[in-house]
């Protein structure tokens, strides 16, 4: 949604919507983030909630991926906080979990979208960019 935050290429003039990607799995991590990179994001990565909670104190992005199973908590519980605290970002949550409620429930807390793992690259991308109202 929020594209303010966005880093500029001004040679180009197009806007490169920054992603804090918070998952635990570093295949996850290593994939989303090299592929997010190449059409056209700028990806920042935390494998804890901890460390995604530092990275959004210290920067602005206009959408996050979210795993719901991490070491240090339930992605699921923080987006409640994330929507209050961020309304303009994209909050995006990924689970391997089988659980069949959890879609009904992010979206219930306030998640734009719920993609279940494994997670297509395409799907991915056509996610963040319908989130976000824009083609990259």
């Not at 998952?23 to 290593?30: R, V």
């Not at 987006?79 to 689970?95: E, F, G």
């Not at 409620?101 to 979206?107: D, K, P, R």
Request: net charge negative; no cysteine.
């Amino acid at each position: 949604m929020a594209t303010t935050t966005s880093t500029e290429n001004k040679a180009l003039g197009h806007k490169h919507p920054n992603v804090l990607l918070v998952d635990d799995e570093p295949g996850i991590q290593f994939g989303f983030s090299r592929y997010l990179s190449k059409t056209g994001f700028v990806v920042r990565e935390a494998t804890t909630l901890t460390e995604a909670m530092e990275a959004l104190s210290n920067g602005s992005f206009d959408a996050i991926i979210l795993d719901i199973n991490l070491p240090d908590g339930s992605g699921l519980d923080w987006i409640a906080s994330l929507r209050r605290n961020h309304p303009d970002m994209t909050i995006l949550v990924i689970t391997g979990s089988g659980e069949g409620g959890l879609a009904i429930e992010s979206i219930l807390r306030g998640a734009d979208e719920f993609l279940r793992k494994p997670v297509s690259m395409e799907d991915l991308t056509v996610s963040l960019q319908r989130s976000l109202h824009q083609e990259i």
